[in-house]
């Protein structure tokens, strides 16, 4: 386990100091505040259920995915309580001061899976991006945004069928 914590140090201090650029923080920082409890996809899914009209169930549901994704992150940190990064100064303002598993990363691989059903292909992307921007501004070890998109992914994945329509 040591090896992987020191990986986990090594990796967000080198994409950490990735944030000195000012544009790479203010990119990132962006990405990051966007992504504050979901709000990028819940709001997507949500403007994207008020003009699709003929999916507007499926949008729903899958917005409804990813929220339960970021809750279901949310109570494992309670558990986990794996503090943040301490060794790199953050560019960003945390909600909380646990680490582990990234909420933001779990909200973006469950928008991902679940919107790229539906057939929007730049919800990988933009999820890889929120996901790398945590590490970045210092707030996350690549092992907490591993485990959160994994978490988000998962989640999406198992109720895809509910999200068509069916039952999970």
Known sequence: MDHLDDMDHRIVTALRACGTDPRVAGAA???SWAGEHGALW???GLAAAAVDGGRRGAWLRGTALTA???LVSM???RVVRRPRPAHVEPLVRTAGRHSFPSSHATSAAAAAVAFGALGVHAAWPVAAAVCVSRLVVGVHYPSDVVAGAALGALTARLGAPWMR???P
């Open 29 to 31: 920082r962006a990405l």
């Open 42 to 44: 819940l709001g997507a």
């Open 68 to 70: 339960g994704a970021h």
């Open 75 to 77: 109570g494992v940190k």
């Open 165 to 167: 329509g069916g039952t």
